[in-house]
């Protein structure tokens, strides 16, 4: 564990000042904007490069992006139940897996006629179609190893909350003047909007029903996490990728994923259970959103920022790309569905 230690506990700093400046940001606005501190570690960690560049933090680094990551992805299945998913009814669900399908093949195609790698497509189409951060962190475990797959899932992290931000303030509006109603609003923002954070700001800003079935809507998103990436990971075995990670069919953190979702799905219904349960939950809740934070400080770390500047409109294309997709998608399936 020893060579481990400097690098780890230098992406821990840099997630506790993550933590403790990301409410002097929103304080600074008056309130008005808030930077997630997985945004906000990433930043600090790119600044702070030149230092982590020095070989004995590399090992720690490598140990919080490769294998905490993985710990940390499979503790999400806690916050996602089966009966919350089955209660929207087939028709949604099936509009959101076909829709999530055709934003990861875009994110694919458009990387392809742009000029980029396959992995980029990967990150963008997974980020946009599933949970932003955590999902660029999670594809990023199967990717294979190409020139640029730090700063081209830095960078995605980045688009990804800032195009959340953006759609967060612009999507709400587009929901009423499409004429959803507050079911089909809320299905809207949630199958629509990246990341977890501004789902809740843009649902709960119209109404409480909106912002639970937005939630409801996102978790399943988050759920689809796991075949996402496996399929993305089947994807580049096919296509003869050499790398570890991509052999593993069936990676261990997502047997956690699934096996905690079974168990968030049974135990709080058990009364006996449920107190202590509630308590176990919000531990490890707490020590999923550590792990990401550091997880995300540590690829900061490691990602130089003038590579980070160095990356063209394309990327920018691509991610556009996905993200338009998405919307015209979800939009036009609950046009169908609200009839």
Avoid at 132 to 157: H, I
């Amino acid at each position: 564990m020893r060579p481990l230690l400097p690098g780890f506990a230098l992406s821990a700093a840099v997630a506790v000042a993550a933590v403790l400046l990301e409410p002097v940001v929103r304080s600074a606005t008056g309130g008005r904007y808030s930077l997630p501190g997985t945004v906000i570690a990433l930043i600090i960690g790119m600044a702070l490069h030149r230092i982590a560049a020095q070989p004995r933090f590399t090992p720690g680094m490598t140990f919080a992006v490769k294998k905490l990551l993985r710990w940390a992805i499979g503790l999400l299945g806690l916050r996602i139940a089966l009966g919350d998913i089955f209660g929207l009814g087939i028709g949604t669900l099936v509009l959101m897996v076909v829709s999530m399908a055709l934003t990861i093949v875009t994110g694919f195609w458009l990387a392809k006629r742009l000029g980029l790698s396959d992995g980029y497509g990967a990150l963008a189409g997974a980020a946009t179609a599933v949970c932003g951060a955590s999902a660029a962190l999670a594809t990023t475990t199967v990717l294979p190893a190409y020139k640029n797959r730090e700063a081209d899932t830095a960078f995605t992290v980045v688009a990804a909350n800032a195009l959340s931000t953006i759609v967060m303030l612009a999507y709400p509006p587009l929901a009423i003047l499409i004429g959803f109603d507050q079911t089909h609003t809320g299905i809207f923002l949630g199958a629509t909007i990246h990341d977890m954070a501004q789902v809740v700001g843009a649902g709960y800003a119209i109404s409480d029903p909106v912002g639970n079935v937005a939630v409801v809507v996102k978790l399943f998103r988050v759920f689809l996490l796991l075949p996402v990436v496996l399929a993305i990971a089947w994807w580049f075995m096919r296509q003869g990728a050499e790398t570890g990670e991509a052999k593993v069919p069936v990676p261990v953190f997502a047997l956690v994923f699934v096996a905690l979702v079974v168990v968030n799905s049974v135990l709080p219904g058990i009364p006996a259970i449920a107190p202590i349960y509630a308590v176990i939950k919000g531990w490890l809740t707490l020590l999923s959103n550590a792990g990401l934070l550091i997880a995300i400080a540590a690829l900061g770390l490691g990602t130089s920022l003038a590579t980070i500047l160095a990356i063209g409109w394309r990327h920018v294309a691509v991610m556009l790309g996905t993200t338009v997709v998405l919307l015209a998608a979800i939009t036009a399936g609950l046009l169908v569905i609200q009839g």
